[in-house]
């Protein structure tokens, strides 16, 4: 089964809109992939779900973060990576991907794909990752 980890940006459009964050998130619903994640990693995906122009109470934004920990599976981070400088928070994924022995991440954000493979994990978009 292929091991992903998911940029913030590409789970938060698979909760909002239709497209190819979406039907990858369904494949991991499907069981046909496994999501990756870490506490920082979803400390970040409540931190975006939280802006103002998503609109959303607390109240919810627990079901999408519930429904994100059914779907995925936590990893412990035990080796800290700072590969991309222009915004050090992007690395949390990379330190994601090695901790879980990912295979791929799946990003819109161009510090992460201009990496394209980071140790033998590749950095792609959405819609090319769905057509491996």
């Known amino acids: ?53 998503f609109g959303l109470s607390p109240h919810e934004i627990i079901p999408l973060v519930n429904d994100f920990r059914k779907t995925a599976t936590l990893i412990n981070i035990k080796s800290k990576i700072h590969i991309i400088k222009e915004d050090p928070t992007d690395n949390i994924f990379i330190e994601c ?3 879980g022995k990912a295979k791929y991440i799946i990003s819109g954000d161009h510090h992460l794909l201009e990496q394209k493979n980071f140790q033998g994990i590749d950095i792609l978009k959405p819609k090319d990752f769905l057509e491996f």
């Not at 940006?9 to 870490?38: D, M």
């Not at 506490?39 to 802006?51: G, N, Q």
């Open 1 to 53: 089964m292929k091991r992903i980890v998911l940029d913030t940006n590409v789970t938060v459009s698979a909760f909002f809109w239709n497209g190819n964050s979406r039907k990858i998130y369904e494949l991991a619903k499907r069981n046909k992939i496994k999501i990756l994640y870490s506490k920082e990693i979803e400390a970040e995906l409540i931190r975006v779900l939280s802006y103002k122009k």
């Open 97 to 99: 991907a090695i901790n």
